[in-house]
């Protein structure tokens, strides 16, 4: 197998099938109140089926409109977005976790986690062991029946990164899901982050400005300009697995940081 030549491509053999997930140009101004807001200039790359993609850019360059358009909440006005095959249906198919959990405080946890099936209309039974399991994933187990408020702020966002993958989900998209999390809370969930991809190999896109939470997370790092988004460099992430928290003291891991931030023009 010949690896593709083209950074921008995600990394696949010639003769591999087509990528998982293929932006072409994409382009998203945003109108509103007679002004015009250019959130994204010019994006194209792939994503390939199991890969967990990391988008860094600097605050406003136009990650979250990314994901927005990726998650079908927001259209684009330029350019051509293809996720999955034919079958791909964007309201089963997609898991989505934002920076804040978004949990219905009125719910028990495991309700919570429950919601994306009852919507969905799937059967509930094995649903609520899906849910269960993933609750056991996440390192919450014994906490089905209680409500979000007797939760920490890392334990909640768990709890919503359960829910994103309760109905089984081809594509995972997470907002800059442990940006509201204090430090140490964050690397628990990076850890995480990384135990459920590796059980699960779900097509992960994590949006972050954490250079360190990209490069420990992702198996790719996607640069973006400063807005309105452009894509500027791509990175492979190649660092031992399972990844432990102990890799950032390496210096392989040091030196693919230091590339990004400057691509980032951060040194
Ligand atoms: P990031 O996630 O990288 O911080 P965003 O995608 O949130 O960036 O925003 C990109 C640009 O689009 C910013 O200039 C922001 O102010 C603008 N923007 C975001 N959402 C809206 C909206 N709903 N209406 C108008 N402008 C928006």
């Known amino acids: 197998m010949r690896a593709s030549a083209d950074p921008l491509l995600a990394p696949r053999g010639a003769d591999a099938a087509p990528p998982f997930l293929s932006l072409r140009g994409v382009a ?9 807001t250019v959130a994204i200039g010019d994006v194209t790359f792939d994503v390939a089926e199991g890969e967990l993609l990391a988008l860094v850019g600097p605050s406003g360059c136009g990650k979250s409109t990314l ?28 898991g989505v976790a934002f920076q804040q959990p978004l949990l219905l405080k009125w719910r028990r946890v495991l309700d919570n986690v429950l919601l994306p099936a009852e ?3 799937l ?7 899906r849910a269960r399991d993933l609750l056991a994933l996440v390192g919450l187990a014994g906490t089905e029946g209680k409500y979000p408020y007797e939760l920490s702020g890392g334990m909640q966002q768990r709890v919503s990164l359960a829910r994103a993958l309760v109905h089984d989900p081809k594509l995972v998209l997470l907002d800059e ?7 140490l809370t964050r690397e628990r969930m990076n850890l995480e982050l990384r135990r459920i ?7 992960v896109v994590l949006v972050t400005h954490g ?3 990209a490069v420990f997370c992702a198996t790719r790092v996607a640069v973006l300009t400063a807005g309105p988004a ?25 030196a693919l940081a230091r590339r990004v931030y400057e691509r980032l023009g951060m040194t």
């Open 28 to 36: 998203k101004t945003y109108r509103a109140g007679g002004r015009e």
């Open 67 to 94: 994901l927005k358009i990726l998650a079908g909440l927001h259209g684009h006005d330029a350019g051509q977005l293809r996720i999955g095959d034919a079958g791909f249906d964007p309201g089963r198919d997609i």
């Open 119 to 121: 919507i969905l209309g």
């Open 123 to 129: 059967p509930m039974a094995a649903a609520r062991d």
């Open 177 to 183: 899901p442990f940006g509201a999390l204090d430090a």
């Open 197 to 203: 991809w590796a059980a699960s190999r779900k097509t």
């Open 211 to 213: 250079v360190q939470e």
């Open 230 to 254: 452009r894509m500027a460099d791509f990175f492979a992430v190649d660092l031992p697995e399972p990844r432990e928290l102990a890799v950032r003291n390496t210096p392989e891991f040091g």
